[in-house]
Antibody, heavy 121, light 113 residues
């Protein structure tokens, strides 16, 4: 049973960079699509993007200019970098695995518990 | 982008009664070449991540009780809880995975009457 765990700072100042890491255990990161999804307080879920083990990526156009997702296979981790954050980026950030090992067009069957990131000065 | 809408925003159902949640996509999520609807349902309880319940519009994820069922095609879908249990109190989201950016509905909150 694969498990995911997010880590990173819970508070980021406006205009700075949000950096989060997702550590994968119980399975290899060398397959599947690995996603970041966020949920502002009391609001709906927003898909941020994914990275495949080949390091191909796709991002939500609404965030594309500010987002980078990267992979560290030696540590079985993948990371999110969001630049120029604003208060509207305050959200619970989840990492999640796509159910299909080969299809990007897949549902999310394994999730981390989430990490609340607040953007505030 | 595909816009997902859900109705109602919330509903209160007596224990043992049926709960029905609707989801509508702004465009079809039925892929013609494989005749599959790229529509999923998730359950989210307070303080927890979403849990996958249904995918391909009607396929239950392993371990999901059979009181949960999904139906519909193209743009209109339904999640039914046939006999509501106390542990089913949650927010339910639909999601299209037909094309990126993958999008979710706004959620439907299910409570006990």
């Amino acid at each position: 049973q694969v498990q995911l765990q997010e880590s990173g700072p819970g508070l980021v100042k406006p205009s700075e960079i949000l950096s989060l890491t997702c550590t994968v255990s119980g399975g290899s990161i060398n397959s599947y699509y690995w996603n970041w999804i966020r949920q502002p307080p009391g609001k709906e879920l927003e898909w941020i993007g994914y990275i495949y083990y080949t390091r191909s990526t796709d991002y939500n156009p609404s965030l594309k200019s500010r987002v980078t997702i990267s992979l560290d296979t030696s540590k079985n981790q993948f990371s999110l970098r969001l630049t120029s954050v604003a208060t509207t980026d305050t959200a619970m950030y989840f990492c999640a695995r796509s159910k299909s090992p080969t299809g990007a067009d897949s549902v999310f069957d394994s999730w981390g518990q989430g990490i609340l990131v607040t953007v505030s000065s | 982008d595909f816009v997902m809408t859900q109705s109602p925003d919330s509903l209160a159902v007596s224990l043992g009664e049926r709960a029905t949640i609707n989801c509508k996509s702004s465009q079809t999520v039925l892929y013609g070449s494989n005749n599959k609807n790229y529509l999923a349902w998730y359950q989210q309880k307070p303080g927890q991540p979403p849990k996958l319940l249904i995918y391909w519009a009607s396929t239950r994820e392993s371990g999901v009780p059979d009181r949960f069922s999904g139906s519909g095609s193209r743009t209109d879908f339904t999640l039914t809880i046939s006999s509501l249990q106390a542990e089913d109190v949650a927010v339910y989201y639909c999601q299209q995975y037909y094309i990126a950016p993958f999008t979710f509905g706004p959620g439907t909150k299910v409570e006990i009457k």
